[in-house]
């Protein structure tokens, strides 16, 4: 589970913001985990501004630290990817920096990280052996003399002098040292962890562009618990659909398409193999059972997902991730969660993730949809604590901020026409 994120010159962040999931009181057991240490973690947050104001951007801070943590360059002097402030003559031309506090099961990690586009400047990991509370360093590393510099914490990792050469050797200027351990048979226990929590705690982001349908479909087609929840979840939604079939077909491919497959660089070189032997490509059709009433009585029809709503289509997309967050115990954020979704619908699915009780799964997410803060006002969804707003500055720096830095909430007859109204900032000057 996620604790804090500070990161700063990344994007429209100019200034260091810092974010946390620690609740400054006490939240319902549904809305919290409690960690060995005593550590609670909220389960849920949810991020409003206007539109610009850099919530997206906030969340590819996400986003660009999962991939910079699992790929490997092709090549040693291609960039790191990293995206600095650009509205200043002075940010572009340093580093940005970003820090994340987090916990691998019960144990807490520390891991801090300055780039530029070319080279990594600092990188290291710490965790805390509870109950003490003073973090022991694992690795370090640090660029110089046109190379980067790993060193290992002696006390916490026990490596051969030729393991930490093959690790400085593979661990190139421009990538994360998690991702060049995948180049090297070394294994470090801590390391190991942090790795896998990476690749199975950490979901790929949701935005409105993300096509979900193959990892639904995947889903479905797979998972009998899944569709067992997916069709319980429909009718409780009241989608007007009875039943979702799956079933997986085998389309062949003729000398040209399959000639483009051969060529291809961007398909993964197992399915690349596979379609080449079938000379087939495989795919999931999905019919949607659809129950009417009318002079005969009732009856069902079947519809293909081409004929279904957009909004269908997304909460169905949705749930499919958010049900994998569940039940990995994992972390999924979406951006502009209502995109397509009826007020009521997003309340029951928000409802549906926040009803688990005993779970470390995590889910954030950003909006414009302020009747969501109505649920502040009867206390029936997620607390104050969960509330998070992002605002853009003349000068072009977003500032985040939590809604519990704003003193005298309990007083306010409605946290939303407040927030309306401009007293928390992140709305929109509209000029007529």
């Not at 995947?218 to 899944?226: P, S, W, Y």
């Amino acid at each position: 589970m996620i604790q804090e994120l500070k990161f700063k010159n990344f994007l429209s962040f100019r200034d260091e913001a810092i974010f946390s999931f620690e609740p400054t009181k006490d939240e319902p057991i549904n809305r919290v985990a409690i960690m060995a240490d005593g550590t609670k973690l909220l389960r849920f947050a949810v991020v409003f501004g206007v539109n610009a104001s850099g919530k997206s951007n906030f969340l590819e801070v996400l986003d660009f630290l999962r991939r910079f943590w699992t790929q490997v360059p092709r090549r040693n002097d291609l960039s790191t990817r990293v995206i600095p402030f650009l509205l200043d003559k002075n940010t572009p031309s340093e580093d940005s920096i970003f820090e994340m506090k987090f916990y691998v099961g019960d144990v807490r990690y520390w891991y801090k990280l300055s780039l530029n586009k070319e080279r990594v400047s600092h990188e290291s990991l710490y965790f805390y052996d509870y109950p003490s509370p003073q973090p022991t360093r694992i690795f370090w590393r640090e660029y110089a003399e046109g190379q980067s510099i790993v060193k290992f914490n002696p006390a916490a990792v026990k490596l051969k002098v030729a393991e930490i050469d093959a690790i400085n050797l593979n661990c190139w200027k421009n990538m994360s040292f998690f991702a060049s351990m995948t180049k090297v048979n070394i294994s470090i226990e801590r390391v190991n962890d942090v790795i896998r929590w990476i690749n199975e705690k950490l979901m790929p982001g949701i935005n409105r562009s993300t096509e979900l349908s193959g990892y639904a479909k995947e889903k479905m087609l797979k998972d009998e618990g899944f569709r067992d929840y997916l069709t319980s979840f429909i009718k409780t939604a009241d989608l007007r659909i009875a039943e979702v079939s799956v079933k997986e077909t085998a389309h062949a491919l003729n000398e040209q398409q399959l000639k483009m497959v051969s060529e291809a660089t961007s398909i993964d070189e197992d399915l690349k193999a596979e379609i080449l032997s079938s000379g087939s490509i495989k795919d999931i059709d999905t019919g949607f059972k659809v129950r009417v009433k009318n002079a005969r009585g009732e009856e069902e029809y079947i519809l293909p997902e081409s004929r279904q709503s957009d909004g269908t289509t997304r909460v169905i997309e949705i749930e499919s991730a958010i049900y994998t967050t569940i039940k990995e115990q994992a972390f999924l954020h979406v951006d502009e969660i209502e995109a397509s979704l009826h007020p009521s619908l997003l309340d029951f699915v928000l409802n549906e993730f926040l009803k688990e009780n005993d779970n470390r799964s995590q889910l954030l997410v950003t909006t414009h949809y302020d009747p969501l803060l109505d649920s502040l006002d009867v206390n029936d969804l997620f607390g104050k604590d969960s509330v998070w707003f992002t605002e853009k500055k003349e000068d072009g720096n977003t500032e985040l901020y939590p809604l519990t830095d704003f003193k005298g909430l309990g007083k306010l007859s409605s946290i939303r026409k407040s927030y309306k109204n401009g007293q928390f900032g992140a709305v929109p000057e509209i000029y007529v």
